[in-house]
């Protein structure tokens, strides 16, 4: 099976802040890989897929990068309702896997 | 509106079954495939199952393999989920979700329901 490492799981930022949220995958998934919000109480939702596609709707501040093994999801500037925690999904192979989850919390 | 609604959580004892639907609507649900996944209390996301479009093709994680069946309707858009000999540790919320062009790169799970939780105590 395919590990997917997040890091950091916890991050505490502030309003207008820059954050880069990193997955590492224990080997190579091409760009087969997804990012997801989710708040507490609520399902998870699509922000980024194939690694670099934002997600309809999604806002531009949120971006993707990254191939291969290493990834990124990148806030531009942080905003209240970013807080909540996030998770990468990998869609190479089955099993697909997840992320251990990064909790964004206000500073 | 593009929507999946599930039902059938609830309280079940240890070795009990429960099966789980997923209705869908907004979108042509037979030309989807679809996902099972769920998240144990203050817990991170599992995938469980996957099913085809058609139900030839289907996959499931490890930790349910020979207990839970997936299987789907496609002319009551509905998505199933039958799950039996029950562990304390099946205890989660349960999300069906959409699955948009599998097997290509642009694969991802592009909608989810908003779930439904089973509880596995005796």
């Known amino acids: 099976d395919i590990q997917l490492t997040q890091s950091p799981s916890f991050l505490s930022a502030s309003v207008g802040d820059r954050v880069t949220i990193t997955c590492r995958a224990s080997?190579?998934?091409?760009?087969?890989l997804s990012w997801y919000q989710q708040k507490p109480g609520k399902a998870p939702k699509l922000l980024i897929y194939?690694?670099?596609t934002l997600q309809s709707g999604v806002p531009s501040r949120f971006s993707g990068s990254g191939s291969g093994t290493e990834f990124t999801l990148t806030i531009s500037s942080l905003q209240p309702e970013d807080f909540a925690t996030y998770y990468c999904?990998?869609?190479?192979?089955?099993?697909?896997?997840f992320g251990q989850g990064t909790r964004l919390e206000i500073k | 509106e593009v929507q999946l609604v599930e039902s059938g959580g609830g309280l079940v004892q240890p070795g009990g079954s429960l099966r789980l639907s997923c209705v869908v609507s907004?979108?042509?649900?037979?030309?989807?495939?679809m996902n099972w996944a769920r998240q144990a209390p203050g817990k991170g996301l599992e995938w469980i199952s996957y099913i085809s479009s058609s139900s030839r093709t289907i996959y499931y994680a490890d930790s349910v393999k020979g207990r839970f069946t997936i299987s789907r309707d496609n002319v009551k858009n509905s998505l199933y989920l039958q799950m039996s000999s029950l562990r304390d540790e099946d205890t989660a919320v349960y999300y069906c979700?959409?699955?948009?062009?599998?097997?290509?790169?642009?694969?991802?799970?592009?909608?989810w329901g908003l779930g439904t939780k089973v509880t596995v105590s005796s």
């Open positions: 194939a690694a670099s």
């Open positions: 979700a959409r699955d948009s062009s599998p097997g290509t790169v642009l694969e991802t799970f592009d909608i």
């Open positions: 080997q190579g998934i091409n760009s087969y």
């Open positions: 999904q990998q869609l190479n192979s089955y099993p697909i896997t």
């Open positions: 907004g979108f042509t649900f037979s030309s989807y495939s």
